[in-house]
């Protein structure tokens, strides 16, 4: 191959050099470092010996067994290093030897100690070692490990050989032949100087490229830079619609959870963020009455602009000719000028000039069929182009405004109904609380009270007092004057209960046919007593004529005083039971008296 051989030659070479200078480099490595490691090998033997080896010499002297200590100094003797090894006594005197002292470069001598001696040695190992020995295995070593390296590399080397055939040295000659397909190929000396010609016209060829290629990229820049004003306004115009869509999305979401009663300033503030944001001079919301009547306005305005929302503040929309009709049919009418509204609307067209408008866009609200209202935008200092999208998001406006109508107008329905409700609820508890005949509580609601007045006040460690009284000869009475006179003498004693206890903690309740109760929290037994007697006495100073009775020619009561103690009562039927009982002896002791916990002893 005639390209490539000078080329393969010089590769060739330079693999080779670096191989020697490589192996050369790594034997002085392996040397030295092998040097470091043997002398420390020679200065760990007599540490290694004293863990490893000694206690077992130690015992193996102690139990005079010759065998076991001569195989112990022949397995340190197989260590490296180690050439002479020898157990004498105490005096010195040799006990046992092994190896040879040639080549020995110093002795070492250790005393075989045992803890059963205390201090004093069983006798000195003496060991001689050998540095001369440890080079000529490091040398040993290190010539196997150079050998390991030469073949590494030889390896090494071909695969690169064949490498550079295949991937560098073919695809080279491939290119001088179709660069130069017509020169002489026979002098290999010179190819890289046919190659290097080559190159020379194929820069000459570039440069006319580049320039052409620079001229197309002027032009092209010019392009480029139009297209990138053209996007730059198209992005802005995107933010601008993103802003504005995002601010329907925020204002959508907080006027979902926003209260009734906050949401007239909400709207305000709508109005302003959305004004501000298409950069116009008036944003309203006008709400239509079901008479058809724009009604209760709400108008934003930029700094210096006067505002219309008084003007068309119960403006009758049938008054509108034209715009309203159109606005109706249509659901959206926008006008970037005046001029846009024909002659039929010349009248709207007028009265908008009048206030200052220069471009107008309106949304009908409705639901259903129902008209709610109109939004729109004025621009007064400046006429304004609608874009397309910003039309259809002012109809996303119209859409969340007409929601938030709709929602307050289901909101005051829902208060008026729950109102009505709650009457309706008040009526009917009212109605089963109380007693049909007296007016006063009847035993439904107190039973109902009886035990939550007795919890409080077991809680709290508050009096709590219980009166139940009782028509004398009630049945006499009805039997002598009739039912009807009986009914009037129970609202009587009804109304004379609701005099003496007024308080509205106080509780009297009809509780059977002419038998009542009265809890008084908060009240001690001396207290309620003293109540008891005053509504006694009361009741006889009314006077109502009993000629029936045995006890007076006029109407009494008997009354059982109960209170609440702890330590006897552990529920509001001990209490009513008791004061059941003081009913039952007043009555036992003649009627028309007051049996309180004082007088039941």
Not at 143 to 163: S, W
Not at 343 to 364: C, D, K, L, N
Not at 374 to 394: H, M, N, Q, T, Y
Not at 437 to 463: H, M, S, V, W, Y
């Amino acid at each position: 191959m005639t390209l490539s051989k000078p080329l393969n030659q010089q590769l060739l070479q330079r693999a080779l050099l670096f191989s020697a200078a490589f192996c050369t480099l790594a034997l002085l490595l392996h040397l030295s470092l092998g040097y470091r490691a043997k002398q420390q090998q020679l200065a760990d033997i007599p540490q290694r010996i004293e863990l490893q080896l000694m206690p077992m010499l130690a015992q193996s002297v102690w139990d005079v067994d010759q065998s076991a200590t001569q195989q112990l100094l022949r397995d340190l003797l197989q260590q490296d290093g180690i050439r002479q090894i020898s157990l004498r006594n105490n005096q010195g005197a040799v006990l046992q030897e092994l190896g040879s002292g040639d080549d020995v470069s110093h002795v070492i001598e250790l005393p075989v100690q045992s803890r059963r001696t205390g201090d004093q040695p069983l006798g000195l190992l003496h060991i001689g070692l050998s540095q001369t020995a440890l080079e000529q295995q490091l040398w040993r070593d290190s010539l196997f490990t150079l050998l390991e390296l030469l073949a590494g590399l030889v390896g090494l080397t071909l695969l690169c050989y064949h490498f550079q055939q295949r991937r560098i040295l073919q695809p080279l000659q491939q290119l001088h032949g179709r660069m130069l397909p017509a020169a002489n190929l026979d002098d290999a000396a010179d190819e890289m100087a046919s190659l290097t010609q080559a190159l020379q016209q194929l820069q000459q060829q570039q440069h006319g490229y580049e320039a052409t290629h620079q001229q197309q990229e002027r032009e092209l820049a010019r392009h480029r830079d139009h297209l990138a004003e053209l996007v730059a306004m198209r992005t802005a115009e995107l933010e601008h619609l993103s802003r504005f869509q995002h601010l329907i999305s925020e204002l959508s979401t907080r006027f979902i959870h926003l209260p009734l009663q906050e949401q007239h300033q909400a709207v305000d503030s709508a109005l302003e963020r959305i004004g501000t944001l298409l950069e116009v001079d008036r944003c309203y919301l006008f709400r239509v009455t079901p008479e058809m009547t724009i009604h209760d306005n709400q108008e934003w305005c930029a700094s210096g602009v006067k505002s219309t929302a008084d003007f068309y503040e119960d403006y009758p929309i049938s008054e509108s000719l034209w715009f309203v009709p159109q606005l109706l049919r249509q659901q959206q009418l926008a006008f970037s000028s005046l001029d846009e509204i024909p002659q039929e609307g010349h009248h709207e067209r007028e009265r908008f000039a009048e206030h200052g408008i220069q471009s107008i866009a309106v949304v009908t609200l409705s639901h259903q069929g129902q008209l709610l209202g109109f939004v729109g935008c004025d621009a007064v200092s400046r006429p304004r182009a609608w874009l397309d999208k910003e039309l259809s998001l002012l109809r996303l406006v119209g859409e969340m405004l007409c929601n938030v109508l709709l929602r307050k107008q289901h909101m005051e329905e829902l208060d008026i109904a729950q109102h009505a409700l709650a009457q309706a609820n008040s009526k009917l508890e009212s109605i089963a609380n109380t007693d049909g005949l007296t007016g006063l509580a009847n035993r439904r609601l107190f039973d109902q009270r009886k035990q939550l007045e007795f919890t409080a006040a077991c809680a709290l460690k508050q009096p709590l007092s219980l009166l139940l009284l009782d028509v004398d000869l009630f049945k006499a009475y009805n039997d002598c004057f009739g039912h009807l006179e009986g009914d009037q003498c129970l609202r009587q004693l009804a109304h004379e209960l609701q005099q003496q206890f007024p308080q509205e903690e106080q509780l009297v309740a009809r509780i059977g046919g002419e038998e009542f109760a009265v809890l008084l929290p908060r009240t001690a037994a001396s207290n309620a007593s003293q109540l008891a007697e005053q509504l006694r006495q009361r009741v006889w100073q009314l006077a109502i004529p009993h000629m029936a009775s045995a006890v007076s020619t006029y109407v009494t009561i008997s009354i059982g005083v109960a209170s609440l103690d702890l330590a006897r009562h552990d529920s509001i039927d001990d209490l009513l039971a008791e004061a059941d009982s003081r009913l039952y002896q007043a009555k036992h002791q003649g009627r028309n008296r007051v049996i309180g916990p004082d007088d039941s002893h």
